[in-house]
Every structure is written in C-alpha cells, then in structure tokens.
C-alpha cells in the first residue's frame, strides 16, 4: 500500500490491510481513513490521531494539515500489517455529515443539486447543464472549484464545500 492513490489503497485495503470501523480508525493513533474516489475525481486519506483529528494533506494552498474525523464522509478505516498500533482509545461515536452531495447511481436530484449548479457556474465552474441531476460533470466543477477554493478536491459537495459556496445544508 506504497502508492498514495486512493483507488489503490481501496482496492488492496482488504488483502494487504487490514478493515476496521471508521470509529475504530478514530479512536487508534496512526490508522488510516479512506474516503473512496468517486469515478474520474479523487478519493482521501488521512491518518488518525487517535482522539478524533486527522493529519492530512490537505491541498496546494493549505498543505498538510491537522483537521477532524467528524462531520465527513469516510468509507471505512486500515491498519497497515506490521505496525505495532497502540489500543484505541475510549471515543465518543463518530458524527456523520448530516448532508453530501456527490456521484452516485442513480444520481442524487433536487433542488439543491440544481441550486449547486447555479452557484458554480456563476463562480466560473462549468457544471454542464443546469438539471438539478448530479452527475460527472457537476461533480468536476465541484472538484475545480475546491482546488480553487484551497478544499480538498474530491468532488463531492459536503458542509464545508457548501458553506465555501454560500450555500445553506438542507435540514
């Protein structure tokens, strides 16, 4: 699991790695959270600090950066075979964000996906046709405007992507 490519490490996670909980990831210093690439965008990795931060690279304006495991989308934990992990520590659950938009089959609709089209392009980021459908297209403009923006450039559109934007979360 040398490579840093997300895909790669979603791919081997299972023969090379070993899963674990994203509540266990959280609670064990020096594990790893994988949030997996969406098709053609990039994917996350962080490594865990053991008491709910992150240590991440971030993007080329922000750089590496500390951060948190809460209120983000993560797909599963690794622990990498032969590293002597100390015991998780005792951690309250991990919160979830409470709204995502992002690459899905069949693709997420509405109107604040239409709302989110609007915004990019008023902000330059061509999201293709203004259908309220989320699909690869809203989903580059999405990944151009979080490079723009110093966010980390996965294309997806959760809370901090959406407050860049000045746009409200559903509640």
């Given at each position: 699991?040398?490579?840093?490519?997300?895909?790669?490490?979603?791919?081997?996670?299972?023969?090379?790695?070993?899963?674990?909980?994203?509540?266990?990831?959280?609670?064990?210093?020096?594990?790893?959270?994988?949030?997996?690439?969406?098709?053609?965008?990039?994917?996350?990795?962080?490594?865990?600090?053991?008491?709910?931060?992150?240590?991440?690279?971030?993007?080329?304006?922000?750089?590496?950066?500390?951060?948190t495991v809460a209120?983000?989308?993560?797909?599963?934990?690794?622990?990498?075979?032969?590293?002597?992990?100390?015991?998780?520590?005792?951690?309250?659950?991990?919160?979830?964000?409470?709204?995502?938009?992002?690459?899905?089959?069949?693709?997420?609709?509405?109107?604040?996906?239409?709302?989110?089209?609007?915004?990019?392009?008023?902000?330059?980021?061509?999201?293709?046709?203004?259908?309220?459908?989320?699909?690869?297209?809203?989903?580059?403009?999405?990944?151009?405007?979080?490079?723009?923006?110093?966010?980390?450039?996965?294309?997806?559109?959760?809370?901090?992507?959406?407050?860049?934007?000045?746009?409200?979360?559903?509640?």
């Open positions: 699991m040398a490579d840093a490519y997300t895909g790669y490490w979603q791919r081997d996670a299972g023969a090379l790695g070993k899963k674990v909980s994203v509540a266990v990831a959280a609670a064990t210093p020096g594990a790893f959270l994988l949030r997996n690439p969406q098709p053609g965008l990039n994917g996350h990795i962080a490594i865990s600090d053991g008491a709910g931060g992150t240590v991440e690279a971030h993007s080329s304006k922000r750089g590496v950066i500390a951060s209120e983000r989308r993560w797909d599963t934990g690794i622990l990498v075979p032969g590293v002597v992990y100390p015991a998780p520590q005792a951690l309250s659950p991990v919160a979830k964000p409470a709204f995502v938009l992002r690459l899905k089959k069949p693709p997420m609709r509405g109107a604040v996906v239409k709302q989110l089209q609007r915004t990019l392009k008023a902000r330059g980021c061509h999201p293709g046709k203004i259908d309220g459908s989320f699909g690869p297209q809203t989903a580059a403009a999405v990944q151009a405007f979080q490079l723009d923006a110093g966010l980390v450039p996965d294309g997806e559109a959760g809370p901090q992507t959406l407050k860049a934007l000045g746009i409200a979360i559903p509640q």
